[in-house]
C-alpha cells in the first residue's frame, strides 16, 4: 500500500483551482464577515470600559470638554465645531 504523494507541481495546480472555487470563495467571505462583527464587538467592549473609567472620574457628557482641557488657554478654539 504506498501512498500518493502529491508533486509540487500538482500542489500548485489544486491551490489555484481552490482559489477560483466559489464555495472556497463563499467560506473567505464567511470568515471575513465574522472576523469583522468580532473586531466590532471588541472595539464597543474597549469603549464601554472607557466610558466607566470616565464616569468614574467624574466626566459626563456634557461637561467633557471642560474637564478635558481644563488647562487649554483658548477653549473656544477646540469647541468651535461641535456647538452646530
Do not use: C, H, W
Not at 29 to 37: G, T, V
Not at 62 to 73: G, P, V, Y
Request: net charge negative; hydrophobic share 35%; charged share 40%.
Amino acid at each position: 500500500m504506498a501512498k500518493d504523494f502529491l508533486t509540487d507541481e500538482q500542489v500548485e495546480m489544486e491551490i489555484a483551482m481552490l482559489r477560483t472555487d466559489p464555495m472556497v470563495q463563499l467560506a473567505r467571505k464567511e470568515i471575513r464577515l465574522r472576523y469583522k462583527r468580532r473586531q466590532a464587538l471588541y472595539q464597543l467592549r474597549n469603549l464601554e470600559k472607557r466610558g466607566i473609567q470616565l464616569t468614574e472620574q467624574g466626566i459626563t457628557y456634557d461637561n467633557i470638554e471642560t474637564e478635558l482641557f481644563k488647562d487649554a488657554e483658548d477653549l473656544d478654539i477646540l469647541t468651535e465645531g461641535s456647538e452646530k
